[in-house]
């Protein structure tokens, strides 16, 4: 059960208002203090991930963290930030063996409610369960409390309640999820030119300028870091904000008689994408290093060349005046915010609502933010999570890179989709779904957003980065095994381009591997599995496809019982199964007339009648020669358009009568008598059809004949031959 502590936040002895480090905690997400023993050790012993954490200012109660790791030094806690208005009373000198600190989660109490929070113990650190189900209700009811507005702001300076960029009140954040700083000089460009243009106006001269619409940004909540400074997460405007950032630094560098322009400390912004992001900003803000890679440098030559064409480009009267251009430029450069305060999924979603003109987020990237959220929430994980996500997406870019793919995480996440259905032992209709819904779905209901059918009960389900890191090496590994079975290289590809069941391809052999990774033999284990299942799968696909569920029904259920099952088990449970078909009807199915139902069944029966016949040469080529269709055609080995003999239907289109031959001699020999179409049979690569050849004629007892051969070789092949073994390879 979680705790909750009280820590006082003014930083002295005496309670001094004025010495209040509430500010630097929230800047940080960090709740610390200065203890001596034994009150140090008892805070680093028993403050744990998940406590809750009520910052007292004095005896007032205004704000609740909740912890997202355990206690420790503050030392160890890394980017602590310390701004230069906080030193008058805050020092780190010969403190930092003292100063102990946890991460949290942050909600401040609403002045309307901080009279029910009041707790008269002077002391810096103590236990508060005497307000333990208040504490923890309001955090909890107002973490993700949901509101919107929206306003028209402008660039120019104001105080701290008006809507303006270059308000000195306000910083913006780029969180963390962002993508880094992207724009390329068409967009800055554009920008650009569109101010300076909206300020010479339709006559040209600047007596007339016009107002310039530069789109929507959205912004969280403002969150309150001292009375007098907030911060905003930008959403959505990232692009935009920093460009203006920009531009505003080089009409600075430009013109250093501007009153206005000098005032700017462009302390404002921040990026957390990435410590480099954010290094390569602050260098371009506040340093004189101009680094070849760096983004922010790159369209600031882009922008100073940009604003140097306009001056040139204008006739010789023309006055440039900076200071008549900035107060245009802080009034008249107009925007829409959309302020939320949400959870950060529900923020997302109001993003890819009204987002039209940024950088989409496809399915993998909302993944990734959702995560991230689920980890730092519910998982209480900290900000550094995030590196930890985009590490694994960034291990299938090398994989990828080193092994010739071109996977995308969508792969990935499939795969974990149909483990983690396996493995919390989920509704069984779950495989069905898409990975985006699933997820989407999953998400909402972990989270506590909306938890839709199926997924209620999610019987303790939890989401690990080391899981999709494990299915992701899986898939790889998976992939630079060669199979040691030709049949398996053959029964895969039947699966996968004949079948009426390749999706469930997949759905089987890698919940089959995850669940068996401990094996030493498990890829001959998933050989056997796979011949066995495509012996299944052949069954099912030459019948009515009304029995599509029942198959789907079985495949989901296997999959269920690999994970408490041995491998063993689990290709004796299809075996089992495969046993269980009617003789009598599988093997009219392989004889019956083949062009009646559906065209796979021909490329089916087919397939496994070629296989037969040329799997003891195992040469290089067949399998592509099997499944390849531009290799081959179903060839009538009496042709349909031949009246020399009358074939019955269900002889003429029966495996009596059909075999693969290469396309080419079969387009040049269709519709000919067999007297001529033996004469082109020695050119192919198929010995059988070169036995065909030697036949003077093709008469109705030839083909009554190979029918019953080729009938009983493929029953038996899917009912009795024996299995793989792997004892003389």
């Known amino acids: ?58 005896y007032q109660i205004v704000a609740i963290g909740k912890a997202t790791g355990n206690a420790n030094y503050l030392r160890n806690f890394k980017n602590f930030y310390v701004s230069s208005n906080d030193y008058e ?3 780190l000198e010969d403190g930092w063996d003292e100063i102990v600190a946890v991460k949290i989660n942050i909600v401040d109490i609403e002045d309307d409610d901080k009279a029910n929070f009041w707790y008269e113990k002077p002391i810096r650190f103590c236990s508060l369960n005497q307000l333990w189900n208040e504490i923890i209700e309001y955090y909890d009811s107002h973490l993700n409390r949901f509101s919107i507005q929206t306003y028209t702001g402008t660039i120019g300076e104001g105080n701290k309640d008006s809507h303006c960029l270059l308000n000195k009140h306000v910083s913006y954040v780029i969180p963390v999820y962002q993508r880094p700083y992207e724009w390329g000089e068409e967009q800055v460009s554009c920008l650009i030119n569109d101010i300076l243009n909206g300020y010479l106006g339709k006559d040209g001269n600047c007596k007339n300028p016009e107002p310039v619409f530069i789109g929507t940004m959205q912004l969280s ?61 602050y260098n371009y803000l506040h340093t004189d290093i101009i680094e070849p890679n760096n983004r922010y440098c790159h369209n600031a030559q882009k922008i100073a060349e940009t604003i140097d064409l306009f001056l040139q480009n204008q006739d010789e009267s023309f006055n440039f005046d900076i200071d008549d251009f900035c107060k245009y430029l802080f009034k008249n450069v107009l925007f829409v915010v959309i ?47 995030f590196e930890k996500i985009q590490n694994v997406y960034n291990l299938v870019d090398v994989n990828n890179k080193k092994y010739d793919k071109s996977y995308g995480m969508d792969t990935m996440l499939d ?48 989401l690990s980065l080391d899981t999709l890191t494990e299915i992701i090496e899986l898939k790889y590994e998976k992939d630079q095994y060669k199979y040691k079975h030709f049949e398996t290289e053959f029964a895969t590809r039947m699966i996968s381009w004949f079948s009426r069941y390749g999706k469930s391809k997949d759905l089987i052999v890698y919940p089959f591997l995850f669940f068996n990774k401990n094996e030493q033999n498990k890829f001959e284990q998933l050989e056997r599995l796979i011949v066995v299942v495509n012996k299944y799968f052949f069954i099912h696909s030459i019948e009515n496809s009304k029995q599509i569920n029942r198959v789907n029904s079985f495949v989901a259920h296997l999959v269920k019982d690999i994970r408490n099952n041995s491998s063993e088990k689990i290709i004796n449970k299809v075996k089992d199964q495969i046993s269980l ?12 007339d083949l062009c009646e139902g559906s065209r796979w069944w021909k490329y089916l029966i087919c397939g496994v009648s070629t296989f037969l016949k040329e799997r003891g040469l195992k040469s290089n080529d067949l399998i592509d020669r099997i499944f390849y269709t531009g290799w081959f055609d179903i060839e009538h080995i009496h042709a349909t358009a031949d009246p020399s003999i009358e074939i019955p239907s269900e002889l003429q289109n029966s495996i009596g009568n059909l075999t693969q031959l290469e396309y080419d001699i079969n387009r040049s020999i ?40 080729e009938t009983a070789a493929i029953y038996n092949y899917i009912k009795h031959e024996k299995e793989l073994s792997f004892d003389s390879l």
Request: net charge negative.
């Open 339 to 385: 302020e939320t305060s949400a959870g950060l999924s529900k923020t997302i979603q109001i993003f890819n609502t009204i987002n039209n003109t940024g950088l989409d987020l496809n399915g993998s990237d909302l993944f990734k933010i959702r995560m991230y959220e689920y980890l730092r929430d519910i998982k209480m994980e900290d900000e550094t999570v």
């Open 89 to 91: 009373y805050f020092s």
């Open 221 to 281: 909540k403002r969150k309150p870091i001292s009375q007098q400074e907030y911060e905003h997460d930008v959403v959505d405007g990232q692009q935009r904000i920093t460009t203006l950032t920009i531009f505003l630094n080089e009409l600075k560098k430009m013109f250093p008689e501007c009153k206005s322009l000098n005032e700017l400390d462009f302390k404002w912004l921040k990026t957390h994408v990435s410590e480099q992001q954010n290094n390569y900003l």
């Open 581 to 592: 078909e009617d003789d009598d009807w599988l093997k009219w199915a392989i004889g019956r």
């Open 415 to 462: 795969l974990y989709k149909n483990i983690l259905i396996t493995k919390y032992d989920l509704n069984i209709s779950l495989y069905s779904f898409g990975w985006e819904t699933f997820f989407d779905r999953l998400f909402d209901s972990l989270l506590g957003i909306n938890e839709k059918e199926n997924f209620k009960n999610l019987n303790g389900l939890e």
């Open 670 to 709: 269709q519709d000919k008598p067999f007297s001529e179409k033996r004469m082109r049979y020695p050119e192919s690569n198929y010995i059988f059809i070169k036995e065909i050849a030697m036949h003077d004629e093709w008469t109705i007892n030839d083909i009554k004949k190979r029918k019953e051969q």
């Open 1 to 58: 059960m979680a705790n909750v502590w009280k820590i006082g936040t003014r930083w002295s002895d005496w309670g001094d208002p004025s010495a209040s480090v509430l500010s630097i905690m929230r800047r940080n997400n960090l709740a610390f203090v200065w203890l001596d023993d034994p009150d140090k050790s008892r805070f680093l012993n028993s403050v744990k991930k998940g406590d809750y954490i009520a910052l007292a200012d004095g």
